[in-house]
């Protein structure tokens, strides 16, 4: 579930700082803000107490495809992101109005609720058991280091994003509100592309788990062991 927080804020700082520059030109204010990055992985559930095909319903919910028309296992979470941007106001002293920078932008990416399903059907320290939980835990195992690996390029992003809002000019501190709502609309807008391309890329990395190629050696790892240790 997508959560975008907007927090303003807001951190008055009445500089008296003269520029040569006509009233409403803020293009020689520099911008610098401060850029807060944190995640997380979340705190991961196991669920044995639901059926086959409860747990193929919950996934047919959320577009997971699993092997058949059956899920005896699924790995669910979410993603989650948080931008939190605080802008300062720098005055045009001695010309009229402020001139609005980002000040401080709090980013956050990360999961919640991750979930491994398994069946109450399969029976316990089978080796379909077995199997079906590595394979749910491989997938979380996936998240975790898709989310390690894109953390460094959240917070270039973040960064670069934030070092290129523009500065906005007003010329009541009663708009502040208004063009902090509108520097954190254009973050968000831009990071979210960002994002996507993370949600995209984890989407690629669990398709190599799931796949008929990978089901097929799964199948034959148990059909093998039954055949080895269940000989009449």
Known sequence: MKKILFILTIYFYLTAQSFAQKTGDCSSVKVAPEIKFSTSYGDLQYDFGKTTQTITQIAARIGNKERSAFATGLATITVDNEYVLGTKAVSLFPQKGYCVIPEKINVYVGF???????SRELKKNSCQYN??????????????????????????????IGYELKPLYIESLDEINAVTNKMTLEFTRRFDKVLAIFKKELAVEQGKLDNQANYMIEDDI?????????RR
């Open 112 to 118: 919640s609720d991750p979930v491994i399903y398994i």
């Open 131 to 160: 199997l079906v939980m590595l394979h749910e835990k491989t997938h979380q195992r996936i998240n975790k280091t898709a989310l390690d690996y894109f953390v460094p390029y959240f917070q270039f992003a973040a960064s670069k």
């Open 222 to 230: 148990c059909r093998n062991f039954n055949a080895k240790h269940f």
